[in-house]
């Protein structure tokens, strides 16, 4: 009843309608993308979506390399500096990701003849890997100093915004052209330039830009950056991972497709995740940022966004074979057989990544680099050994086991902080004297 009565309360108050925004947002974009699988699986073969995962999933690699965590530290730093400061660390860190694109770019070429031997992407479309991945970074940069503006309004815009310059874009290429997967990659590097470069006029606009170039924050950041970009590369792992998995014990692009297809239906469950957190962790730093933590109010945070997820990930699980049978041809119905264990793992992810915020508030590089490296670990173990025997099914359950197992070591590195949200103020405080 306390739940129940929780969560009425936010829907009398403005609070929700920010969270509405938030979730419309997010949900409007899966929305629409969903509605053109059935277009996309009907222009575009099992072949062309293994080899699109594979090259989304380039992208998802790099984006830790790039990134340097500075979309963690420039949420929390945002709270916790004067604004006058924040556009020096601002432009500082804004220069980093465009030093690490360009040496990417290097990179990419030295080693373009083997990668092409390996996969079927032509020459540019390699390079284009970082650029895009450039483009992605600024892209979430935005989105998150929108939302840390509390402008739920720009965030819709945004959001939908790009969306729908990619979709006018992927069909322009791939109907009206003809090119097929490479169309869809073009749209999205075009449209994703355009948010880059409405990026920038937004950041002026907001005096973010043109700051002092400082050595402090550029060293404070690169000693950051390690753990982040290792806990990245453990999301990487978790699950974008198994694509490369079963494209290496199968050589079946087509495979590649089904399961991404697959997760793609599971994937509603992360959109969920996300627009409640863009709306949730704003909160979890401003809370933490008081002299006096108010754990009681992170715990009612916890509890509203926990059964949330539970009620979403229910919904996803019931309604998908619906969804897969309306939406899709025949030859994509296996990955019916395993989308069960990629929902389930995808709600164990999305309640670790609630408890993940007090240690990327409390910038708790150890406590992270170590959680990241024994959840790569984990990964790598279990998706070697199921998807070896089991192919995509394998992967899928392979997903399930190390998300949990993600939750449980999660738990154990934040317990500390996190008994405070569900026990009495006095005990609260104890936790909070003794951290």
Known sequence: ??????????????????????????????????????????????????????????????????????????????????????????????????????????????????????????????????????????????????????????????????????????????????????????????????????????????????????????YDELRYSVPIIVMQISVFCMGSSAGYFIEHFTHDFAAVGVFSIAATFGSVIIVLCTALLQYVYPKIYSLLSQKEVDYHAIGKQFIFYAVSMLLGTIAVIVLTPMAFNIVLKPTYSGGLSYYFFICIGYFFWSISYFFYAFMLYHKQKKKILFASIISITVSILSHYFFIKKLGAYGAAVSMSIVYFIVLIITILFVYRQIVPLFVTKKIAEYYDHHD
């Not at 629409?32 to 999933?57: E, K, M, P, T």
């Not at 030093?99 to 031997?117: D, E, M, W």
Request: aromatic fraction near 18%; charged fraction near 10%; charge should be positive.
């Open 1 to 218: 009843m306390a739940t129940i009565s929780n969560i009425l309360k936010y829907s009398k108050s403005g609070q929700l309608k920010s969270i509405a925004i938030y979730t419309f947002s997010n949900f409007f974009n899966k929305g629409i993308s969903f509605l053109l699988l059935f277009y996309f699986a009907h222009v575009l073969s099992q072949r062309d979506f293994g080899i699109l995962n594979l090259f989304s999933n380039s992208i998802l690699f790099l984006m830790p390399f790039i990134s340097l965590g500075i979309l963690q530290s420039a949420n929390t730093e945002f709270f916790k500096i004067e604004k006058k400061e924040f556009r020096n660390f601002f432009s500082t860190t804004l220069l980093m990701p465009v030093v690490v694109t360009l040496l990417a770019i290097l990179l990419l070429v030295l080693f373009k003849n083997p990668l092409q031997q390996r996969y079927p992407f032509p020459s540019l479309f390699i390079l284009l890997i970082p650029v895009i991945t450039l483009f992605s970074f600024l892209n979430e940069h935005l989105i998150n100093m929108v939302r840390n503006n509390n402008d739920p309004i720009k965030y819709l815009f945004v959001n939908i915004g790009r969306l729908l310059a990619e979709i006018t874009l992927a069909i322009f290429f791939i109907s009206a052209l003809n090119y097929g997967w490479i169309g869809r990659v073009m749209a999205i590097f075009l449209s994703m330039l355009f948010v880059a470069t409405y990026a920038f006029i937004y950041f002026k606009d907001q005096q973010f830009l043109f700051g002092s170039i400082k050595k402090k924050y550029i």
